[in-house]
């Protein structure tokens, strides 16, 4: 139990830091071949007009918004039926964690449009919401309908978007296409922080993210219980970027906290064979030689861990432990 327990400890502080932090680090979003083309100047317009269209009654944008969603992916569900999980009276709204647990419930992962960040572009966050669009995924966004100090919070579905006539289209309130002037519609997202979520069943896959927040997003899952649901959006976010440290780590810790030591054990190696000098997955792939009774092994890789960072205290500890 213990050493279960400072394994993940590690990781777990480790992930928090690298997704607090990864303003400051420049991090490679993961994009399909299709996504690196070289711009052109034609202009694009995309419409997605296969999802289900609930009318919001007052302050219900939450319900409405996520009973669309879900019934896109899964089963047909009415805002009525998930109202009481989203809808605050006291705030008349629903709060941003109130609709990523919602998605969670309903087997959908609730993944951000972008990294957390402390400077955010507006084209940038543009390019993405696009990127997901043509991907065929409707984004959820937050925006304020008003000024800043007397805001009007408001949901609303990205499902398209016209560059020669510079609007983007959305789903919102009683509309079910309702094209507004880009230019309009980033004035009230900039001054919701751009706030958007990419609710995606295991299968798909956000379009331009960056690994960390992929992660953050899956080990959520897990921390719900739906660890079959990450172990299989895991499978197919290597297999469209099996060069990703970041998630041959994740799957491997994933692997590592289900027992399945083979499986983390090779997840590790790749995420290794990419990035030598990473140590948290040295520390836990110690974990996993001792678990499979590979004593030596064990301290042999932690000391290699302590050689690149000898004033870790989490890998001093590890050792401590894997002496014992």
Same mark, same amino acid.
């Given at each position: 139990?213990?050493?279960?327990?400072?394994?993940?400890?590690?990781?777990?502080?480790?992930?928090?830091?690298?997704?607090?932090?990864?303003?400051?680090?420049?991090?490679?979003?993961?994009?399909?071949?299709?996504?690196?083309?070289?711009?052109?100047?034609?202009?694009?317009?995309?419409?997605?007009?296969?999802?289900?269209? $609930?009318?919001?009654?007052?302050?219900?944008?939450?319900?409405?918004?996520?009973?669309?969603?879900?019934?896109?992916?899964?089963?047909?569900?009415?805002?009525?039926?998930?109202?009481?999980?989203?809808?605050?009276?006291?705030?008349?709204?629903?709060?941003?964690?109130?609709?990523?647990?919602?998605?969670?419930?309903?087997?959908?992962?609730? $993944?951000?449009?972008?990294?957390?960040?402390?400077?955010?572009?507006?084209?940038?966050?543009?390019?993405?919401?696009?990127?997901?669009?043509?991907?065929?995924?409707?984004?959820?966004?937050?925006?304020?309908?008003?000024?800043?100090?007397?805001?009007?919070?408001?949901?609303?579905? @990205?499902?398209?978007?016209?560059?020669?006539?510079?609007?983007?289209?959305?789903?919102?309130?009683?509309?079910?296409? $309702?094209?507004?002037?880009?230019?309009?519609?980033?004035?009230?997202? #900039?001054?919701?922080?751009?706030?958007?979520?990419?609710?995606?069943?295991?299968?798909?896959?956000?379009?331009?993210?960056?690994?960390?927040?992929?992660?953050?997003?899956?080990?959520?899952?897990?921390?719900?219980?739906?660890?079959?649901?990450?172990?299989?959006?895991?499978?197919?976010?290597?297999? #469209?970027?099996?060069?990703?440290?970041?998630?041959?780590?994740?799957?491997?810790?994933?692997?590592?906290?289900?027992?399945?030591?083979?499986?983390?054990?090779?997840?590790?190696?790749?995420?290794?064979?990419?990035?030598?000098?990473?140590?948290? @997955?040295?520390?836990?792939?110690?974990?996993?030689?001792?678990?499979?009774?590979?004593? #030596?092994?064990?301290?042999?890789?932690?000391?290699?861990?302590?050689?690149?960072?000898?004033?870790?205290?989490?890998?001093?500890?590890? $050792?401590?432990?894997?002496?014992?």
């Amino acid at each position: 139990m213990c050493r279960q327990t400072s394994c993940c400890l590690l990781l777990t502080l480790w992930m928090n830091l690298f997704v607090a932090g990864c303003a400051h680090h420049s991090l490679p979003l993961l994009s399909s071949p299709q996504e690196q083309a070289e711009p052109t100047e034609q202009h694009e317009s995309v419409l997605l007009v296969d999802l289900p269209f $609930y009318p919001q009654t007052r302050y219900h944008c939450g319900p409405a918004v996520m009973a669309m969603l879900i019934s896109h992916y899964h089963e047909p569900i009415h805002p009525d039926q998930i109202a009481d999980s989203l809808y605050l009276p006291k705030r008349k709204g629903s709060y941003t964690v109130e609709m990523r647990a919602v998605a969670r419930q309903h087997q959908l992962i609730p $993944y951000p449009l972008s990294p957390r960040s402390s400077v955010r572009s507006a084209q940038a966050e543009l390019s993405r919401l696009k990127a997901n669009i043509k991907r065929g995924q409707p984004v959820v966004v937050l925006q304020n309908l008003r000024v800043s100090f007397w805001p009007k919070w408001h949901y609303s579905i @990205v499902v398209g978007f016209d560059e020669a006539a510079n609007t983007v289209v959305l789903t919102s309130g009683n509309r079910r296409v $309702y094209r507004v002037p880009e230019s309009l519609f980033l004035s009230t997202w #900039e001054k919701a922080d751009y706030w958007a979520m990419v609710p995606l069943p295991a299968q798909r896959l956000p379009a331009q993210l960056a690994a960390p927040s992929m992660v953050a997003a899956l080990e959520g899952m897990v921390e719900v219980g739906h660890v079959s649901l990450a172990e299989t959006a895991y499978k197919h976010a290597i297999r #469209e970027h099996p060069k990703s440290v970041l998630l041959h780590f994740g799957a491997g810790f994933l692997a590592h906290q289900k027992q399945q030591w083979k499986r983390a054990h090779d997840h590790y190696h790749t995420a290794l064979s990419l990035a030598p000098g990473f140590t948290p @997955v040295l520390n836990n792939l110690a974990y996993i030689y001792h678990e499979m009774g590979e004593y #030596e092994q064990a301290i042999n890789v932690i000391e290699r861990a302590l050689l690149l960072e000898p004033d870790n205290k989490g890998l001093r500890e590890s $050792y401590r432990e894997l002496k014992r």
